[in-house]
């Protein structure tokens, strides 16, 4: 039989919109390496922050971005991200410090532009490692980091909706605020990549969100 083409499914949508979930879901049905982008700038907010830098001082963040050394860690099928060798842990990149920190951090030109071949990188590395594909998450995938993806997806819904998400996973989150400084910052804003799926998760259970992403996925396979 033949081997199924090597895909990229790149995913976009606002903080809580269901991108992770469905991201976990598809990685796991199709043997794709996952990588959520989001907890990228969230580990370099971390130790930005860590360093004593500020958002506001772009020269120190271009000094320390220059020193950082990135690497990935695959555990089961994530894509993790390691600076200097080392992890840093979920509770730290989720902290409120983080929470409030991250989208300040991931306006700056120079920080985006330090992660961007680091994420060009991971399809190469899913190949490598033997995944069928790669399904990368995040604010920019469709429109700036692979436009050319076998598939753009953008996912939304009701900012009530998406609050009440983050509260049941016992997280305090400004939700809209997050989503306003990401969808309005001059560099690679939040927005619908052109010639994306678009799918509105507010009413929708996960199970049905995965399952429209898996039958486009299936037919490519059977096409090729
Ligand atoms: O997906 P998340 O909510 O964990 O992302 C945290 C922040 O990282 C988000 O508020 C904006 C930033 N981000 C980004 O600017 N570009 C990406 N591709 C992913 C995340």
């Known amino acids: 039989m033949k081997k199924p083409p090597f895909l990229i499914v790149a995913i976009d949508g606002g903080a809580a919109s269901g991108k992770s979930s469905t991201a976990h879901a598809l990685?796991?049905?199709?043997?794709?390496?996952?990588?959520?982008?989001?907890?990228y700038y969230r580990a370099l907010t971390a130790e930005l922050l860590h360093r004593g830098v500020k958002p506001t001082d772009a020269q120190s963040v271009r000094a320390e971005l220059a020193d950082l050394k990135f690497d990935t860690q695959i555990i089961a099928r994530d894509a993790?991200?390691?600076?200097?060798?080392?992890?840093?842990?979920?509770?730290?990149?989720?902290?409120?410090?983080?929470?409030?920190?991250?989208?300040h951090f991931a306006a700056l030109p120079d920080l985006r532009a330090a992660l961007l071949a680091?994420?060009?990188?991971?399809?190469?590395?899913?190949?490598?490692?033997?995944?069928?594909?790669?399904?990368?998450?995040?604010?920019?995938?469709?429109?700036?980091?692979?436009?050319?993806?076998?598939?753009?997806?953008?996912?939304h819904a009701d900012p009530h909706e998406r609050v009440r998400r983050r509260e049941r996973e016992g997280q305090a989150d400004a939700v809209?605020?997050?989503?306003?400084?990401?969808?309005?910052?001059?560099?690679?804003?939040?927005?619908?990549?052109?010639?994306?799926?678009?799918?509105?998760?507010?009413?929708?259970?996960?199970?049905?969100?995965?399952?429209?992403?898996?039958?486009?996925i299936t037919v490519r396979r059977m096409e090729s």
Request: proline share 3%; glycine share 6%; net charge neutral.
């Open 27 to 39: 990685s796991a049905r199709f043997n794709f390496l996952h990588a959520d982008t989001g907890s």
């Open 80 to 103: 993790r991200l390691k600076i200097h060798g080392d992890r840093i842990s979920d509770a730290d990149i989720r902290s409120e410090a983080v929470n409030a920190a991250v989208s």
């Open 118 to 155: 680091y994420q060009r990188g991971l399809a190469d590395l899913a190949r490598t490692h033997g995944f069928a594909g790669l399904v990368i998450e995040g604010r920019d995938i469709g429109t700036v980091i692979f436009p050319s993806a076998d598939f753009r997806i953008f996912l």
């Open 176 to 216: 809209a605020e997050r989503d306003r400084l990401d969808s309005s910052r001059a560099s690679a804003p939040l927005t619908c990549p052109a010639g994306a799926v678009a799918i509105d998760s507010t009413h929708l259970p996960l199970i049905e969100v995965v399952e429209r992403i898996a039958r486009l």
